[in-house]
């Protein structure tokens, strides 16, 4: 596998020789594990005190008669305050720089449903991805609805810009599917933000590529504490199920530091190192416990990788796509 990398170095490094990949990060990032939190339909409600907050206005009175209308005080919770509302969720939601949440509770007697809606406010559209893709999986049911929203039994999950947006039924079944979706396209008529997903999301290849799996991780990227800003999406061609990450830095230094970091942790607990880092591409290839075979590369700001993968063909391939990718976009 080593010959054949090499001479894919070789092939690459005329185009990345003036590699000048632009940084795009999701706000300021905060302290804690990227990891999702309860909703006030899934937890216990707990009181706060009174906001008020111009974000009240995105909840509808009603859903523009299908039935649903707003009961009791719009709650609002910052930064400081989340914790009353997510208690062990919040930290989650505090790495991708979340802002406030504006939540308040519905009925439809019609229909004999309660239901409660929680607008979350991030610091940008990549940091509303960020949380939002933390927490969707991929074979949800997913229907058209802000930027991509998908909906279970009692549950509507939608992103749009900075917002991401759940809407919990206090009932499930077939049945409450479609006045929760009346609800949710409400909301979403209130809310004024961009539908475009984020240009990153162009870079990964599309054979293989398994549907709403690519992440937004503002830190932790493989599980590592000093690897911030990452993306990464799962494969599967034919029984063979990868995955490939790629972070971006600041400037080719840091990009580089990120490498040795993460080299020298794959060579205190994973197999079979080898290590070309003197290479005029940087790159090394290990056999991960969890991942399997790893190869990693560093290219000016952006340090990318393949997890899982033992096919030295196919991993040139992605890697080859994958620069080309960059070069389209304009970060070269």
């Not at 009353?84 to 009925?107: C, K, P, S, W």
């Not at 930027?147 to 079944?173: D, M």
């Not at 800003?229 to 029984?239: C, I, L, Q």
Request: one cysteine or more.
């Amino acid at each position: 596998m080593g010959r054949k990398l090499i001479g894919f170095n070789k092939f690459i490094f005329p185009l990345i020789l003036f590699f000048t990949i632009s940084l795009t990060a999701c706000g300021k990032t905060g302290k804690g594990p990227s990891s999702g939190g309860e909703s006030a339909a899934e937890g216990q409600k707990k009181p706060t005190t009174a906001v008020s907050s111009p974000m009240a206005g995105l909840l509808p009175s009603d859903d523009g008669g299908a039935g649903w209308k707003r009961s009791g005080e719009v709650r609002v919770f910052l930064p400081e305050t989340l914790w009353e509302y997510i208690d062990g969720g919040a930290e989650g939601y505090l790495v991708y720089n979340f802002q406030e949440v504006v939540t308040g509770d519905y009925d439809n007697r019609e229909a004999g449903l309660q239901a409660v809606v929680d607008i979350y406010r991030m610091a940008d559209r990549l940091c509303g991805f960020g949380i939002y893709s933390a927490e969707r999986f991929a074979d949800a049911e997913y229907f058209q609805i802000g930027t991509q929203g998908y909906i279970s039994n009692n549950a509507v999950h939608f992103w749009k810009g900075p917002y991401y947006i759940k809407l919990t039924a206090f009932q499930e079944g077939e049945e409450v599917k479609e006045p929760l979706k009346k609800l949710a396209f409400a909301v979403a008529a209130k809310i004024d933000a961009d539908t475009q997903f984020p240009p990153e999301l162009d870079i990964f290849p599309k054979e293989g590529l398994i549907a709403n799996t690519e992440r937004y991780m503002a830190r932790d990227v493989l599980g590592q504490s000093d690897l911030k800003n990452g993306f990464s999406a799962d494969y599967k061609v034919g029984d063979t199920e990868f995955k490939i990450f790629l972070i971006l830095n600041e400037n080719p230094e840091a990009s580089l530091k990120n490498y040795q970091s993460y080299k020298d942790f794959m060579k205190k607990y994973s197999k079979n190192v080898e290590d070309h880092s003197e290479e005029e591409v940087p790159w090394f290839l290990a056999e991960d416990p969890y991942y399997g075979k790893v190869v990693t590369m560093q290219l000016g700001k952006v340090m990318l990788g393949i997890l899982g993968l033992d096919n030295p063909e196919m991993v040139n391939d992605y890697l080859q796509r994958i620069q080309r990718k960059l070069v389209a976009q304009g970060m070269v």
